[in-house]
Nanobody, 124 residues
């Protein structure tokens, strides 16, 4: 069983930056993708950015050019650098890992392991 623990959320003004971190432990070997998802109140969980085991990345159109997903294998840590934040980026952000063959850019349903989430609030 894999464990994922997110951190780095908080409150920031529009235009600001935050960096989310996700430390992975346990049975994380063999996962094909890791990704960041977000869920705003009353809305479904949506894919923000994904990264596969060949370091290929995908981004949702709403964050492309502002967010960057990366990982440090030595630290078993996934990151999401978020710049030029907007109020519409306000959500609970989740880290996830997948063993599904088509996980890159995939929906939340393709991801097997989830963290507890970290809240991001962007004020205008």
């Amino acid at each position: 069983q894999a464990q994922l623990v997110e951190s780095g959320g908080g409150s920031v003004q529009a235009g600001g930056s935050l960096r989310l971190s996700c430390v992975a432990s346990g049975d994380i070997a063999g996962t094909d993708c890791m990704g960041w998802f977000r869920e705003a109140p009353g809305k479904e969980r949506r894919t923000v950015a994904t990264l596969n085991d060949r370091n290929m990345t995908t981004y949702s159109e709403s964050v492309k050019g502002r967010f960057t997903i990366s990982k440090d294998d030595a630290k078993n840590t996934l990151y999401l650098q978020m710049n030029t934040l907007k109020p519409e980026d306000t959500a609970m952000y989740y880290c996830a890992a997948s063993r599904h063959w088509s996980c890159l850019g995939g929906a939340a349903s393709l991801y097997n392991y989830w963290g507890q989430g970290t809240q991001v609030f962007v004020s205008s």
